[in-house]
């Protein structure tokens, strides 16, 4: 089994639309939670951090259910210039304060006109 | 700011020989780290530099990858020989520690480079 399973898509959405990603992880030892974005032939960059409380960035909502080790990231009116793959990420510590980012196989959102 | 920056961008080499590829952090990272994604698969963790010193090696594939960063600054990936199931995109990113509340020392966002496009054929 993975340690951070995401369906991999691609998720296909028109212009304007509400699309939701989800994610598990498997290491309950797991501390910090993030959304990646990476387009095509790029580096993956941070969207956003995900605390338990939920938060929101503009039309990015990320929740995080330590319980059910559960991740979400909801886009809201998407846009075009949001089509990408969006990579789950967790940081597992393994000593002290040295820490190792685990991924997931990313999920592909293509949105359309 | 000048961010994460990898050399080659692209490499491409016969399966035997030897390549090296270069990373260097943010300024006033202590954090480096080394990543690989493969064909088809997710991106997984190499190794974890803090300055000099391996912090954890875990995920180097065998002992034809050697992995230094003399000086701390920036570091070196050495893969010799080369086999053609080391052909994938290979990132560095950095981090920096910072004191949270009460102290507690904590990492800050790690920042990709570019990435280096590595096939062995």
């Known amino acids: 089994r993975k340690e951070v399973e995401q369906d991999p898509g691609p998720f296909n959405v028109p212009e304007g639309a509400t699309v939701a990603f989800n994610c598990t992880y498997s290491n309950s030892a797991s501390q910090s939670f993030f959304w990646y974005r990476q387009d095509c032939r790029k580096e993956p960059k941070l969207l956003m951090s995900v605390y338990s409380s939920g938060n929101e960035d503009g039309r990015f909502t990320a929740q995080l259910n330590r319980a059910s080790q559960y991740i979400s990231l909801l886009i809201r009116d998407s846009k075009l210039s949001d089509s990408a793959t969006y990579l789950c990420v967790v940081n597992s510590p393994h000593s002290g304060t040295a820490s190792k980012l685990t991924f997931g196989t990313g999920t592909r959102l293509q949105v359309t006109l | 700011e000048a961010g994460v920056t990898q050399f080659p961008s692209h490499s491409v080499i016969e399966k035997g020989q030897t390549v090296t590829l270069r990373c260097d952090p943010i300024s006033g990272h202590d954090n480096l780290y080394w990543y690989r994604r493969v064909m088809g698969k997710e991106i997984k963790f190499l190794l974890h530099?803090?300055?000099?010193?391996?912090?954890?090696e875990s995920g180097m594939p065998n002992n034809r990858f050697l992995a230094e960063r003399t000086g701390g600054t920036y570091s070196t990936l050495k893969v010799q020989p080369a086999e053609l199931e080391d052909s994938g995109v290979y990132f560095c990113a950095s981090s920096q520690d910072k004191f949270g509340d009460w102290t507690r020392l904590y990492q800050e966002t790690q920042y990709f480079g570019p990435g280096t496009r590595l096939l062995v054929l």
């Open positions: 530099f803090v300055k000099e010193s391996k912090q954890d």
